[in-house]
């Protein structure tokens, strides 16, 4: 019975464990997205060259600008980039574009996209500004709709491992009532006749982490594969997450351990 528990509590840990991926990651992708996204400073018609070579300079020097993604792209060929990033142009005439400079960034928050708005416009001979706005406040919603999920789920898987720890925990002790019983007599405290329950089942809580840890760790190298190309996990957010599983697990084994032996063991404070 044990090992079936010890099964339970390592599957609901790796639950947990990609939970967190879940959660690190979504924080992260909003920034991520941004920097992947085109933005694209639309010129005025009639801009003299030199206004154009300094809205270019202004730009490559801008704190949210990433280093080296600036171009600047004559009408004739930005049809094709805005057809290519906006779609629904296509039936526009290619006359219609003006001259534009893209850009990147090295990820932004709306309120950040709001302000280099402002400041992109403002520069001299920039008429227009643009970039995926649908993207990202679709986004930006889903994720937010995702994490409240998330979190949900996460306080009933919890809630599921600590029920499977306290079962577990409830056995052990109750196979073990005649020493315990014993040790009273002997003289022993309740502290004391607890510490053998508590390495074990930090033992326990261990094993069942790093269990859970390659089974996730296995899983992030799959989803990078196969889902993420591009917006892959990293080493450092999957080992964030592997941290987690591993404390979570810890604690969880912890807290339960003392509480259950502590309301088992006020059962036999006056064995006789």
Request: with cysteine; charged share 20%.
């Amino acid at each position: 019975m044990n090992y079936l528990h010890t099964v339970i509590s390592t599957l609901l840990l790796w639950l947990l464990g990609l939970l967190a991926v879940s959660i690190i990651k979504g924080i992260t992708i909003d920034e991520e997205l941004s920097s992947s996204a085109l933005f694209i400073a639309e010129l005025a018609e009639d801009i003299a060259p030199q206004d154009r070579i300094t809205a270019e300079s202004l730009l490559s020097d801008h704190p949210m600008v990433k280093a080296n993604s600036v171009s600047y792209i004559p009408r004739e060929e930005a049809s094709e980039v805005m057809v290519h990033d906006f779609p629904g142009l296509e039936n526009i005439e290619k006359d219609v574009f003006r001259d534009i400079i893209t850009f990147r960034t090295d990820g932004v928050s709306d309120i950040e996209r709001t302000n280099l708005r402002q400041q992109v416009l403002e520069i001299t001979g920039v008429s227009g500004f643009y970039y995926e706005e649908d993207l990202f406040s679709g986004v930006g919603k889903g994720l937010a709709r995702f994490r409240i999920g998330l979190l949900v789920l996460s306080a009933v898987l919890m809630a599921a491992v600590i029920m499977v720890i306290a079962y577990s925990l409830r056995q052990s002790i109750a196979d073990a009532r005649s020493s315990i019983i014993a040790m009273h007599l002997a003289g022993s405290t309740a502290d004391y006749i607890k510490k053998p329950f508590l390495r074990s089942s930090l033992h326990r809580a261990l094993r069942c982490g790093l269990t859970a840890c390659i089974l996730l760790v296995i899983n992030i190298i799959l989803i990078n594969q196969m889902i993420l190309r591009g917006f892959e996990i990293s080493i450092l957010q999957s080992g964030m997450a592997c941290l987690c599983v591993i404390v979570i697990a810890m604690i969880m084994y912890y807290l339960t351990t003392d509480r259950a032996t502590k309301t088992y063991l006020n059962e036999y404070q006056n064995p006789i």
